[in-house]
């Protein structure tokens, strides 16, 4: 197993997508099935596996294998779990299914049941999950036979190593193997520390690594003792041996780091937002799709509510506004205008009634907003101008509120963090109780859960909570 590797992201990979292939070839003859024998109606005409069906497959087989690697999937495989992977499945049959009918919708490729998409989707679960579950048991099966086994050292007997510990015994199929452990108390050696022996000091590494066959070494120490095992990573390095750091040096919220040596300079760049660029383009794509198509769709809506507004209260259709948004550079928004012409200038002699703890202004029944304008804010219809901010990449469909620069002049340091990312229409606090929070400290709070947390799924649970808030009136703000 030792060229497992060197290539076992290729094979998953190749693995994958023959599954994937396979998963439309019998949703294909299932569809065709239960065609004749179920819904001979409901399920429409007959299609043949044809240049159109294959393209398809091949589509599918390609884009699978794209968003699972996204969510990293063919990362070191040795620390995930069973239920890790059904999640990213899960997550890709979502996704994919939402591209596949967007490519049927953009490209018009011919008659392509709806049904047969979904049982693919299904099916594709159902088949990748069980590939999963056999990869799984096989790798089990192989690693307690003694084989694709990794001995490994472990650097430090403190706290970050009895976690490691505690971690690895419950994860016997990882298949590593502990040789002993390093510590800088030169008392200690030839002691035991949690079950293993403790083979010498931190200058031991080179005499250590000699005496034992050691396939990686672990270093378990905290941030502010990593000087002392500088000996540790020059020895590692002039023999070969791959090293992880497990350290609290990169913070709880750190999400993404890299290496770099720059003219013979040693570079760490730290990001404390999402870095994933396979998926900052697909939610990129998603946003130009999403809001160019509800654009076209809503132009008609557009028309009607201009209307009402210009026949309810003299004034412009549209309010401007200066916004701050990514990075706290400034871009101007539009919303459909639900107040009195002069209600900036009325703000200040209304702002005692300010129901909002901190630099946001909210009032619940607030006297400057005509009745039209009452009615396109309880369903959230005001925000809709806005999907051309998202369209143009001044926002995004799902994001953290922008501000207004008097806002932003408010905010504490902490909260700033919140305009790290690209603004959104919606997130997390539109879908979760807006009417009910009046601290802008929690609001700003679930913004930073947003982004600690972000990925495409995220903002796919959040697209679908905001429909029923908006239709039900609970988006209104």
Known sequence: MDWWPRYHKIILQIIDSLTTAMSFVVSYYLWQALRWLVLPYEMGKEISFDGTLIFILLFLSVIWSIILDMQGAYSYQRFTSFKKEVGMIFRTVCFGLVLLFGLIFVLRPGYI?????????????????????LLFGLAKFIRQRGHNRKTVLVVGTG???????DILERHFHWGLDIVGFLTNDSKRVG????????????????????ENPVDEVIITVSTRRLGEVQEVLEVCEREGVQVRIISDFLGEIAKRFRADIIYDLPIISISYIPHNHWALAVKRGMDIVISLFALI?????????????KLSSPGPVFYKMKWVGFNKKPF??????????????????LD??????????????????????????????????QLWSVLKGDMSLVGPRPAGPHELARYESWQRRKLSIKPGITCLWQVCGRNKINSFIDWAKMDLVYIDNWSL????????????AVFTGKGAS
Not at 159 to 165: A, H, L, T
Request: avoid cysteine.
């Open 113 to 133: 049941p709806r049904t047969l998409v979904l049982i693919f989707g299904g099916i594709n679960f159902v088949l990748l999950t069980l590939e999963k579950l």
């Open 159 to 165: 706290g970050e190593s009895r976690k490691f510990m």
């Open 191 to 210: 002691k035991e520390a949690f079950g293993k022996k403790i083979l010498g000091t931190f200058r031991d590494i080179a005499r250590v690594l000699h």
């Open 297 to 309: 769709i809503l132009g008609p809506f557009f028309l009607i509510i201009a209307a009402a507004i």
């Open 332 to 349: 101007e928004g539009w919303k459909f205008r639900t107040m009195v012409v002069g209600a900036d200038k009325m703000k200040e002699q």
């Open 352 to 385: 005692h009634l300010n129901e909002m703890q901190g630099p946001v202004f909210k009032i619940a029944n607030d006297p400057r907003i005509t009745p039209v304008g009452r009615f396109l804010r309880k369903f959230s219809l005001d925000e809709l101008p």
């Open 457 to 468: 799924w995220l903002d796919f649970k959040i697209l679908l909570k905001t429909i029923p």
